[in-house]
C-alpha cells in the first residue's frame, strides 16, 4: 500500500492509501478506452469544373453526402482552366448551389474562397442532438 496524493491543490492536500500499482493500471485502462471511443475528422475533397452537367453534379453530391453521413468534413473545390477564371460568379453559383443541396446533412463551415485557381467551400456534418 502507497500514500497518494489526490488533490495537491486543496487545503489541506488530500490523500489516499492505496494500491499505486493497481491505480495506475486502471488509469491507463480507462485512456485506452476513451481513445477507443475517438472519432478522427477527416477532410474529404469533391472536385467541380465550372460548367460540369447535372448528372455529374448530382453524383458528387451524392459521394460528399456519404462522407458527411460518415462524420468526415468535405471540401468542394471547383477547379478553373484556362479563361474559367474570369467568370469566378459561376464558380460561387456553384458553390452555393452544392451548400444549399447538402443544407439538410451539413452546414457551411468556410464560405466559398479563391485561392490561385481554384474556389473551396468547407461543408461540416450537422451535430446530431
Known sequence: MDLVEISPNAKPPVCRV?????????????????????????I????????????????KIKNAERFL?????????IMFRGREITHPDQGRILCD??????????????????EGRNMTLILAPKTVK
Open 69 to 77: 453521413k460518415d462524420g468526415d468534413k468535405v471540401k468542394v473545390t
Open 97 to 114: 448551389r452544392a451548400a444549399e443541396r447538402l443544407a439538410d446533412t451539413a452546414t457551411v463551415e468556410r464560405s466559398a474562397k479563391v
Open 44 to 59: 474529404k475533397e469533391v472536385k467541380f469544373r465550372p460548367n460540369i452537367e447535372d448528372h455529374d453534379f448530382e453524383t
Open 18 to 42: 492505496m494500491d499505486y500499482g493497481k491505480y495506475r493500471f486502471e488509469q491507463i485502462k480507462r485512456e485506452k478506452e476513451a481513445k477507443k471511443n475517438q472519432r478522427i475528422t477527416q
